[in-house]
């Protein structure tokens, strides 16, 4: 069936590196890709999203480009911010309205 | 416009007791998903419901769940003999259309506690 796989976490970082959250799917047809992010104690939020091969979300400084070729939609960020930590949802929609989600990546960034 | 509001936030039920999570989508929306996200997972769909009616709940355990989104007031989601095992978070999310590309705005979930 369907999935997502996302790289675990936590993802320790310094603020102002560069990130990167691995994201890899498996699905029929053509899929569309998000990134939601939740932030501590609060709701997710659709962060970007992709919805054809090469296509490239973007968004606060967020990057994710749809690679058929690689069934991958890796999450970017070229320097980040403490108030980046948040836990980041890779998850496909196979259908009209289903998302298949990945496990979330847990980012912490340090001052 | 306010967003997706879900009450409780938090909800501590004793074994067997009966859980029921509320959910009001953001005006103007009639499509309701209901996901279950349980400890260092991902989500997982539960329910997608328009008004009056359950269009897809490939994703409800058989037995003790069940939702509603009646035609006035919030949609809700019922567990009922609840369980150590039902401890999770769920959340709801809305959209004006169906799915696929539109996007779900998620409210900040309800958080259950089985005891």
């Known amino acids: 069936g369907n999935s997502v796989t996302q790289m675990e976490g936590p993802v320790t970082l310094s603020e102002e590196a560069f990130l990167t959250i691995n994201c890899t799917y498996t699905?029929?047809?053509?899929?569309?890709l998000f990134w939601y992010v939740q932030y501590p104690g609060e709701g997710l939020q659709l962060l970007l999203k992709a919805t054809k091969a090469d296509d490239k979300g973007s968004n606060k400084g967020f990057e994710a480009t749809y690679r058929k070729e690689t069934t991958s939609f890796h999450l970017e960020k070229g320097s980040v911010q403490v108030s980046d930590s948040a836990v980041y949802f890779c998850a496909l929609s196979d259908s009209n309205y289903q998302l298949i989600w990945g496990a979330g990546t847990k980012l912490i960034i340090k001052p | 416009n306010a967003g997706v509001m879900q009450n409780p936030r938090h909800l501590v039920r004793r074994r067997g007791q009966e859980a029921r999570l509320r959910c009001s989508p953001m005006k103007g929306h009639s499509h309701v998903y209901w996901y279950r996200q349980l400890p260092e997972e991902g989500l997982k769909f539960m329910v997608y419901?328009?008004?009056?009616?359950?269009?897809?709940e490939s994703g409800m355990p058989k037995e003790r769940f069940s939702a509603e989104f009646p035609k006035e007031g919030p949609s809700i989601l019922r567990i009922q003999q609840v369980v150590r095992g039902d401890s999770a978070a769920y959340f709801c999310?809305?959209?004006?259309?169906?799915?696929?590309?539109?996007?779900?705005?998620f409210g900040q979930g309800t958080r259950l506690t089985v005891v």
């Open positions: 999310a809305s959209s004006p259309l169906r799915g696929g590309d539109t996007e779900a705005f």
């Open positions: 699905a029929t047809g053509y899929p569309s």
């Open positions: 419901l328009q008004k009056e009616n359950i269009i897809d």
